[in-house]
T-cell receptor
């Protein structure tokens, strides 16, 4: 069974600080997606990474896919209150099934 | 902006009643996925449908749960004889093509089911 572990589960930091959240697995994925979910809403896709070692930037967010395509990280620079939300990683397996992690709940304090 | 539409947003049912959750995919999307989310949990896959076909229902309980995506109209997730443990947020997502790698999921805002 493919599992995705996200860490930390909860993170509360001050506005302006930097942070990194992680998504780890013992399984290889053909691609990995990151979503952000706000209370009362559905997840919204932020990025898809496909190639081992790939780095993608979305303004202050930097996403990296591990060389072995088993793990990924999301780094946020100078966090803002608008970054608050639940960040979910989702791995796409060889069978094209998508597996979600439990998420990192991020709270940015103004 | 014709995104994925789910209704109702909130649904309260007593134990033993039936719950019907509806999902209209994005325009042009013919692939629909249903997920369940409990508080502090990730999204758990339930079922994947294309028009008039169930492609993968490996995540759906064998009893009381069923799903359909008719040729016309929305996809329906039906839960019969609901129990308290069915209380959760149910999300529908749609995509344009088969294959998660090629076609990202677009999620609705979910139906929050409460069983009293």
């Amino acid at each position: 069974t493919q599992l995705l572990e996200q860490s930390p589960q909860f993170l509360s930091i001050q506005e302006g600080e930097n942070l990194t959240v992680y998504c780890n697995s013992s399984s290889v994925f053909s691609s990995l997606q990151w979503y952000r979910q706000e209370p009362g809403e559905g997840p919204v896709l932020l990025v898809t990474v496909v190639t081992g070692g790939e780095v993608k930037k979305l303004k202050r967010l930097t996403f990296q896919f591990g060389d072995a395509r088993k793990d990924s990280s999301l780094h946020i620079t100078a966090a803002q209150p608008g970054d608050t939300g639940l960040y979910l990683c989702a791995g796409v397996g060889r069978d094209d099934k998508i597996i979600f992690g439990k998420g990192t709940r991020l709270h940015i304090l103004p | 902006n014709a995104g994925v539409m789910q209704n109702p947003r909130h649904l309260v049912r007593r134990r033993g009643q039936e719950a019907r959750l509806r999902c209209s995919p994005m325009k042009g999307h013919s692939h629909v996925y249903w997920y369940r989310q409990l508080p502090e949990e990730g999204l758990k896959f339930m079922v994947y449908l294309q028009k008039e076909n169930i492609i993968d229902e490996s995540g759906m309980p064998k009893e009381r749960f069923s799903a359909e995506f008719p040729k016309e109209g929305p996809s329906i997730l039906r839960i019969q004889q609901v129990v308290r443990g069915d209380s959760a947020a149910y999300f529908c997502a749609s995509s344009a093509r088969q294959g998660m790698s090629n076609s990202p999921l677009h999620f609705g805002n979910g139906t929050r089911l409460t069983v009293t």
